[in-house]
């Protein structure tokens, strides 16, 4: 993984007790798949709104007066939407992680605004797109539906559906569920935005130059010759994507797989074996 891009992680420890918190918001408000937010807002004596915000913010979480109040942008994204979905859980998180939750009532800390972009390198933030990711898609559910499949493009489709999450969402909780060694890449332009590996990886350095994607990849064909792949490509060696693989040339293939967003001249690749 190269330096530029590289994030602090959450500590597994961290994760366990984030994980075992959205169960249990999950559990007290079982109201089935996909979850339903709204209710658990109600539920929680939270209130919200959806509301025209220009690009300020996706959500925000406010507390006035002794009162939590969640914000929602329709400007970013649409009521319902796997992006606002995401958004809501992840403003949820600021109010049942106790730490964020205390912070905004004695005033240590501001209402700030959240943006569902997956590469803030803050960790509070980290750690609501983590709680959102395992209150989507809660434990028990999710290792139900991803046990003995492989994974590829039929189990992004079938997990994106019945949650209602977008693909990027479901692989921030796939990736640790340890299941598949996996790296997820996102790249605007032909250059890395930002990316994610599994601890079970075991390649941590892109070839990349200045930040750009890889020449011989699936990717780049993208950005540099207009090809869109629809399945799946298993024609890549690790070097093709990574530095120092301590393996020997055209040994150790890897499967390269891209959902673009053309509007955005943007795409997520994912690499796994």
């Given at each position: 993984?190269?330096?530029?891009?590289?994030?602090?992680?959450?500590?597994?420890?961290?994760?366990?007790?984030?994980?075992?918190?959205?169960?249990?918001?999950?559990?007290?408000?079982?109201?089935?798949?996909?979850?339903?937010?709204?209710?658990?807002?109600?539920g929680?004596?939270?209130?919200?709104?959806?509301?025209?915000?220009?690009?300020?913010?996706?959500?925000?979480?406010?507390?006035?007066?002794?009162?939590?109040?969640?914000?929602?942008?329709?400007?970013k994204?649409?009521?319902?939407s796997?992006?606002?979905?995401?958004t809501?859980?992840?403003?949820?998180?600021?109010?049942?992680?106790?730490?964020h939750?205390?912070?905004?009532?004695?005033?240590?800390?501001?209402?700030?605004?959240?943006?569902?972009?997956f590469?803030?390198?803050?960790?509070?933030?980290k750690?609501?797109?983590?709680?959102?990711?395992?209150?989507?898609?809660?434990?028990?559910?999710?290792?139900?539906?991803?046990d003995?499949?492989?994974?590829?493009?039929?189990?992004?489709?079938?997990?994106t559906?019945?949650?209602?999450?977008?693909?990027?969402?479901?692989?921030?909780?796939?990736?640790?569920?340890?299941?598949?060694?996996?790296?997820?890449?996102c790249?605007?332009?032909g250059?890395?935005?930002?990316?994610?590996?599994?601890?079970?990886?075991r390649?941590?350095?892109?070839?990349?130059?200045?930040?750009?994607?890889?020449?011989?990849?699936?990717?780049?064909?993208?950005?540099?010759?207009?090809?869109?792949?629809?399945?799946?490509?298993?024609?890549?060696?690790?070097e093709?994507?990574?530095?120092?693989t301590?393996?020997?040339?055209n040994?150790?293939?890897?499967?390269?797989?891209?959902?673009?967003?053309?509007?955005?001249?943007?795409?997520?690749t994912i690499?796994w074996?």
């Open positions: 993984m190269t330096e530029k891009n590289q994030k602090p992680e959450l500590k597994i420890a961290r994760k366990r007790v984030i994980a075992k918190l959205a169960e249990g918001v999950f559990e007290t408000f079982d109201y089935g798949l996909p979850v339903d937010l709204e209710r658990i807002a109600n929680s004596g939270l209130t919200f709104n959806y509301g025209h915000y220009e690009d300020f913010f996706d959500g925000m979480l406010e507390h006035l007066s002794g009162e939590f109040h969640i914000y929602m942008n329709l400007d994204a649409a009521q319902g796997p992006r606002s979905r995401f809501f859980a992840h403003e949820l998180g600021h109010y049942y992680i106790d730490e939750r205390i912070a905004l009532q004695e005033g240590f800390a501001p209402s700030h605004p959240s943006y569902t972009n590469k803030s390198e803050i960790i509070i933030e750690e609501a797109d983590y709680f959102a990711s395992c209150l989507l898609m809660p434990e028990n559910e999710i290792q139900n539906d991803c003995k499949k492989q994974f590829g493009p039929e189990l992004i489709d079938q997990i559906k019945k949650y209602q999450v977008s693909a990027t969402a479901f692989l921030l909780r796939y990736i640790n569920l340890e299941k598949v060694p996996l790296m997820v890449v790249s605007k332009g250059k890395i935005v930002w990316n994610w590996q599994g601890k079970d990886f390649f941590k350095y892109l070839k990349s130059i200045k930040g750009s994607i890889p020449v011989c990849t699936a990717t780049s064909e993208f950005y540099s010759k207009n090809v869109e792949y629809s399945t799946p490509q298993s024609d890549l060696f690790a093709d994507w990574f530095n120092y301590n393996c020997e040339p040994t150790f293939k890897i499967t390269e797989y891209c959902i673009y967003a053309k509007k955005y001249n943007m795409v997520l690499i074996y």
